[in-house]
Antibody, heavy 121, light 107 residues
Framework: EVQLVESGGGLVKPGGSLRLSCAASGFTFSNAWMSWVRQAPGKGLEWVGRIKSKKDGGTTDFAAPVQGRFTISRDDSKNTVSLQMNSLETEDTAVYYC????????????WGQGTLVTVSS | AIQLTQSPSSLSASVGDRVTITCRASQAISSALAWYQQKPGKAPKLLISAASSLESGVPSRFSGSGSGTDFTLTISSLQPEDFATYYCQQFNSYPFTFGPGTKVDIK
């Protein structure tokens, strides 16, 4: 059974940093492209960024609103993917979901339960 | 970025009704479209990939169609557990984008 379990959410002040982690199991993690998707309270879904598998280059892409502030990394030895969020803004307040990508990281076939990040003074 | 619009934004329907939700892309995306179902307080669930491929375990009353810019999600006979918000998502090009969602509630 595929499981994705996020951790690390919480309350942070504007300008602060936070690191989210996602522990994966039930599939060959090293082959998967992983993405983060967020959902602001009462709003729709927004793709945040993606990391390719190492065999496909291990590179990352990000949505414009977080480009330059967020980074994604992976540790295939621990089956974890992380989202480092810096220079946080109130607009970053959302539930952050870790997702497993379909073939070549296309759609999102499995989702974690989400972790809430609140950016407020 | 490719923009997705969905219509209607919300609808009220009864158990047993046939429901159709439309997703339109701002440019052609071939069949690179997925549909998700989200219930309150829960993570989204993938229903359909590649415009019309039903995911394993998803009831056959769900179906998807379309290509290019116009896509449809159909629920042939609405069941109580289908009341939720539905999102489309394009994966033709980065940044991946989602539609604004269609909320299906009980009439």
């Amino acid at each position: 059974e595929v499981q994705l379990v996020e951790s690390g959410g919480g309350l942070v002040k504007p300008g602060g940093s936070l690191r989210l982690s996602c522990a994966a199991s039930g599939f060959t993690f090293s082959n998967a492209w992983m993405s983060w998707v967020r959902q602001a309270p009462g709003k729709g879904l927004e793709w945040v960024g993606r990391i390719k598998s190492k065999k496909d280059g291990g590179t990352t892409d990000f949505a414009a609103p977080v480009q330059g502030r967020f980074t994604i990394s992976r540790d295939d030895s621990k089956n974890t993917v992380s989202l480092q969020m810096n220079s946080l803004e109130t607009e970053d307040t959302a539930v952050y979901y870790c997702t497993k990508g379909g073939p070549m990281g296309t759609y999102f076939d499995y989702w974690g339960q989400g972790t809430l990040v609140t950016v407020s003074s | 970025a490719i923009q997705l619009t969905q219509s209607p934004s919300s609808l009220s329907a009864s158990v047993g009704d046939r429901v159709t939700i439309t997703c339109r892309a701002s440019q052609a995306i071939s069949s690179a479209l997925a549909w998700y179902q989200q219930k309150p307080g829960k993570a989204p669930k993938l229903l359909i990939s590649a415009a019309s491929s039903l995911e394993s375990g998803v009831p056959s009353r769900f179906s998807g169609s379309g290509s290019g810019t116009d896509f449809t999600l159909t629920i042939s006979s609405l069941q109580p557990e289908d009341f939720a918000t539905y999102y489309c998502q394009q994966f033709n090009s980065y940044p991946f984008t989602f539609g604004p969602g269609t909320k299906v509630d009980i009439k």
